[in-house]
């Protein structure tokens, strides 16, 4: 299941799959997973993640806290999975982003790990759909335009091989963030 019929938002076809860019509330889509850009603790936060445990319910930090006993803090550039409690996704992909420190610290190879994490993931569960926010460039600090490039180049990259996927979904909260990632997409 995507989260929008074709042509209704900008999307490009990546070998069999769908991308597509949706400004929106990441909350709302019907995709079978959506991320969300958690701190290490995975127990709710500032932005998207404040609204996923928020939207979601209970079930959601009650997973993330057994998580936790089990694995530890979730380390930036990783990926785990939940259910997605009260959302309409089924899932939630917790993925930890990379904090902003001038460029110099793996920022970006972390930020390139989060999604692809994220997406082999999806693909380990056999899910058909995911939606993604802006990992990282909000209180984290990544330059948004970079963080763009990188996110669409990473899942572009992906795509290309071998997945089950059919649609990845950008689901971006701000018309700022949602033309930016309009003028990068154009550019794949």
């Known amino acids: 299941m995507t989260s929008s019929p074709p042509g209704q938002w900008p999307e490009k ?4 799959t769908r991308l597509i860019l949706e400004l929106g509330d990441l909350t709302k889509s019907h995709a079978q997973a959506v991320v969300n850009a958690a701190n290490p603790s995975l127990l709710g936060g500032a ?7 928020r939207e979601g319910g209970p079930a959601i930090l009650k997973e993330c806290r057994a998580l936790v006993a089990r694995i530890g803090r979730l380390q930036p550039g990783r990926a785990v999975i939940t259910t997605g409690g009260r959302l309409p996704a089924e899932n939630v992909i917790h993925t930890v982003g990379p904090i ?19 997406l082999t993931l999806a693909d380990d569960m056999a899910l ?19 963080a763009a490039e990188l996110a669409l180049q990473t899942v572009k ?3 290309e091989g071998e997945t089950g996927l059919s649609s990845v979904t950008f689901v971006l909260f701000s018309r700022e963030v949602f033309d930016v990632y309009q003028g990068v997409l154009g550019k794949l």
């Open 13 to 16: 076809i990546i070998g069999k």
């Open 47 to 53: 932005g998207v993640d404040g609204a996923i445990h």
């Open 128 to 146: 058909q759909s995911i939606a993604f926010p802006s990992i990282s460039t909000g209180a984290y600090g990544y330059p948004l335009v970079p």
């Open 100 to 118: 902003w420190r001038g460029g110099d610290k793996r920022e970006a190879d972390i930020l390139t790990s989060a999604y692809r994490e994220s």
């Open 157 to 159: 990259q992906y795509l």
